[in-house]
């Protein structure tokens, strides 16, 4: 056993660490000292996006002492940054095992440390505590989540006084204090209730207000206001408030899927609650085809991520993926703003760096700007504030699910999306079209674009390691061509540097320094490959095009695209 992990055991054993934790660790020790190791080979890294991972005992898991020293951390930052006036911070918690638990001991933390605090009275989705931090006007905000990781995990995600998630230098100044707290003897458990304020109803009422002036077409929702909508929240959040929010915009036919309208943090109905994957759905498919829906949606367990099917040209119910998505928001919301005559040179959209270069497209056409940002929404908020009073910002979206219309969030949000996919449906209703026409039109306009994401997943210490070396050797022997496609560009943002291999010349990169590489190709293929940030995943964006012409041929379009991200992963990942 290494003397660090060693070091974190004895630590426990000797600490003012509750007896039965102490207990567990006794047992680990004679029965599988390898689950241990595992469990205090490091402590559960504090990253830019919070706290991420399996629930239990050991400095590597997320339990009460690991989410109190982290509040301890951010609490002494938030002190230090706010010294006008007594610093205040807003709660919120998913639908996970222990996600109650550890709010309460995260509000028993901040307000020993003086700290005002307003904790939802339930669970409640994780925009929603974006917009509470900035409609209480917070200095600091926190939701218990671990989005849609298995049941296993729970997580701890931190925002700043703009509702967005941390970043610089914010991001990196509360990490360093979280990693001063060496002991739990340095955090405060002295629990101040008159600085915990109870919250709900009066927030849920302001948020759906405002989501209602996001509508733009109030004439179509009229019209077909009995649009049949099948909509699940995987268990999550999202039951809460995406039913009462598409009511609010007008629908009047919300078929919520039953049995997964109950909140669990065992997930009972799904392999995994991730909308991402065809399983997850499909219970809701069930439905809307017993009910012939109109659209069909479900929300990850804190909200923020949607994934949706619509019915094809025959009327098969297939699945979008998050580009599909994000292109028919872009499209809808620039068409109708143009229509609106209230386009003037300063709205634009935001994307991250793997989502399809569509939105762009998009974008450019409407006379819209267009700005990349690093993969994480947190970045797209930090654009929006960025251009504040400068730009108007009026919505974006990631290639996983994620998307904004609006600012008075500042980061993803899946009710909003619900509400105004939902309008998209009727609008193209109203003009005697489908979801699916609109896409296909899209795609006759600006191209056939096709992506796919591909992840390996290497667990444990090992895992972390074979990962890193995998980034090395494609950064230090980076491939000529891929699929028989010459690399005619390579993007290095971690050395901030594009490589032009037709010209040999270079330029830099302005955006932070991240750990990313990309691959364009002579074909406009894009290949991107990131290690995951809250998981243990190499992740590969897949990204090709092709002319389209004619709307009969969108299957076969499709079928090929497909086949040459096949062959691609084939290429890079399989044999590289």
């Keep these: 056993m290494e003397e660090t992990t060693r070091k974190n055991i004895d630590a426990w054993l000797n600490g003012q660490y509750d007896e039965e934790s102490k207990n567990y660790i006794h047992n680990l020790l004679q029965t599988d000292e390898s689950a241990l190791e595992d469990a205090f080979y490091r402590d559960l890294e504090f990253g830019t996006g919070g706290l991420r991972g399996i629930m239990g005992v050991g400095t590597n898991r997320m339990n009460k002492y690991t989410v109190a020293m982290a509040t301890q951390g951010l609490a002494n930052y938030v002190k230090q940054h706010v010294t006008d006036k007594t610093p205040s911070m807003a709660i919120a918690y998913d639908c996970r095992n222990n996600s109650r638990y550890f709010s309460e001991i995260t509000a028993e933390v901040l307000s020993s440390n003086g700290i005002e605090v307003y904790l939802f009275d339930d669970i409640r989705p994780t925009p929603e505590l974006s917009f509470a931090v900035r409609y209480l006007h917070c200095d600091s905000g926190i939701v218990i989540t671990a989005s849609h990781n298995p049941k296993e995990y729970n997580g701890y995600k931190a925002y700043w006084a703009d509702g967005g998630q941390l ?111 065809a399983e997850a759905l499909s219970l809701s498919l069930k439905e809307a085809e017993a009910i012939n829906a109109d659209i069909v949606m479900a929300t990850d367990p804190d909200s923020d991520r949607v994934g949706i099917a619509i019915k094809d040209k025959d009327g098969k119910f297939i699945l979008l993926n998050g580009n599909m998505t994000a292109s028919l928001i872009v499209y809808y919301i620039c068409k109708m703003w143009q229509q609106n005559n209230k386009i003037n040179g300063k709205q634009y959209i935001v994307k991250t760096i793997v989502t399809t270069e569509l939105l762009a497209e998009i974008a450019h056409k409407y006379h819209v700007k267009s700005y990349d940002v690093l993969t994480g929404f947190k970045y797209i908020a930090e654009k929006i504030r960025e251009l504040e009073d400068k730009e108007e910002f009026i919505c974006g979206g990631e290639e996983s699910y994620g998307y904004l219309v609006g600012d008075f969030v500042r980061d993803k949000d899946a009710v909003i999306s619900c509400c105004m996919i939902t309008e998209i449906v009727a609008w193209a209703k109203k003009q005697q079209k489908s979801l699916y026409d609109v896409l296909v039109n899209i795609y006759l306009e600006f191209g056939y674009y096709k992506e796919r994401l591909f992840s390996l997943t290497r667990k444990g210490q090992n895992g972390a390691m074979e990962i890193k070396q995998m980034m090395n050797n494609y950064r230090n022997n980076p491939p000529e061509q891929i699929n028989g496609v010459k690399v005619v560009e390579i993007r290095d943002y971690k050395s901030s540097e594009i490589k032009n291999l037709l010209n040999n010349t270079t330029e830099k990169i302005t955006l932070p320094s991240s750990d990313v590489l990309q691959f364009i190709l002579k074909d406009e293929s894009k290949i991107t490959v990131r290690p995951s940030g809250t998981e243990p995943k190499i992740k590969f964006y897949f990204s090709v095009k092709s002319p389209f012409n004619n709307p009969d041929d969108a299957a076969l379009t499709e079928k090929l695209l497909d086949k040459k991200i096949d062959d691609i992963i084939q290429c890079l990942v399989t044999n590289g």
């Design 167 to 277: 970043v610089p230098p914010h991001d990196k100044n509360v990490i360093a204090e979280v990693r001063k707290i060496k002991s739990i003897a340095d955090v405060k458990f002295t629990r101040n209730d008159k600085l915990i304020h109870y919250i709900g109803k009066e927030i849920d009422a302001a948020y759906i207000a405002k989501l209602k002036t996001l509508s733009l077409h109030p004439d179509a929702i009229e019209e077909y206001s009995h649009l049949k909508i099948v909509y699940s929240p995987l268990h999550g959040t999202g039951v809460k408030i995406v039913p009462e929010a598409l009511a609010a915009f007008g629908f009047k036919n919300v078929h919520v899927v039953k049995e997964q309208a109950v909140s669990d943090g065992n997930f009972p109905t799904v392999i995994s609650p991730n909308p991402e994957e």
